[in-house]
């Protein structure tokens, strides 16, 4: 016989007082609520209840075997219940925060994708590159580029965040290309306000990595308003490969340092660790993890 039915058995009866009356909250006869109870307690090897012609109770063995059978049953309708929402449809908001270059370029533009497939699923989308808190302020998910600091939070790492190093034609014409990282600090470079690109540049070449101190000529926390800086002739912008790519392709931007690569952040999509995660979460969860993982 199933060992589980037998544990539910016993707790009925251990519930309900006797056997017959586990056998009418069960829908099964008397003597199968019997079946299972000397077999329980053959495998056990002990005995776990006291019989007499009207009630049953329970021994020592009894009371702690019952203590322990009712966690495992409680696990097990846990592990269903998950298991049940699982299959169930994605349905309702999903709140996401992301990098405002990435969420603009990169992640916009696939979650039509996400949305066609589960139509019943709407998405609330804010655009921040502040450092926010997903349980205080109600996210269901946020991505996060750059090193991740000791959280109680659920990481799913991501492909890193590429990086290009470009300057517009005047520019280059007027004050000349760089030719190595280190030529950097004799260029006007345009820093991003509030994190590590406003400080030091870092590029991996053949032999080895650089790290560049920089003395931004300017410096504000939008990639937006660095590109139009950089367009405009005003110095070297390190940016997302995403923000800077059709510039690039349509000539207003020329990318330098060809023997350089800008060194990678990591990229991190973050959730709680809820044991239920709810459907339309575990669906954009392996959505994100296809398009960007």
Not at 62 to 91: C, H, S, W, Y
Not at 138 to 154: K, P
Not at 207 to 232: C, D, M, T
Request: glycine share 8%.
């Amino acid at each position: 016989m199933d060992r589980l039915t037998s544990m539910e058995v016993f707790a009925k009866v251990a519930e309900a007082g006797s056997f017959s009356a586990a056998a009418d909250a069960m829908g099964i006869s008397g003597p199968m609520v019997g079946k299972h109870i000397r077999l329980l307690e053959e495998h056990l090897g002990v005995r776990l209840l006291n019989r007499t012609t009207r009630r049953q109770s329970l021994t020592d063995a009894g009371k702690d075997f019952l203590e322990r059978t009712r966690i495992v049953l409680a696990e097990l309708e846990a592990a269903e219940a998950m298991a049940a929402q699982n299959r169930a449809a994605p349905r309702g908001e999903l709140r996401i925060n992301a990098p405002f270059t990435f969420g603009t370029y990169s992640l916009a533009p696939v979650l039509p994708d996400f949305m066609a497939q589960y139509p019943d699923v709407t998405i609330r989308l804010n655009l921040s590159d502040r450092l926010v808190d997903l349980v205080d302020e109600g996210y269901d998910c946020v991505f996060r580029i750059g090193r991740l600091s000791d959280s109680t939070l659920i990481a799913r790492g991501l492909r890193p965040q590429g990086f290009l190093a470009c300057a517009s034609t005047d520019y280059l014409r007027r004050q000349g290309v760089p030719s190595s990282p280190e030529d950097l600090v004799r260029h006007d470079c345009l820093g991003f306000a509030g994190s590590v690109l406003e400080t030091s540049w870092r590029f991996i070449g053949a032999s080895g990595e650089v790290v560049v101190p920089i003395k931004p000529k300017f410096s504000v926390n939008s990639g937006q308003a660095l590109r139009q800086a950089a367009l405009a002739g005003s110095g070297i912008i390190l940016q997302a490969a995403e923000l800077l790519q059709e510039d690039i392709a349509t000539g207003g931007l020329t990318p330098i340092l060809s023997d350089w690569l800008p060194a990678t952040r990591p990229k991190h999509l973050l959730f709680a660790p809820d044991r239920r995660i709810t459907p339309k979460l575990r669906a954009f969860i392996d959505f994100a993890v296809e398009q960007f993982g």
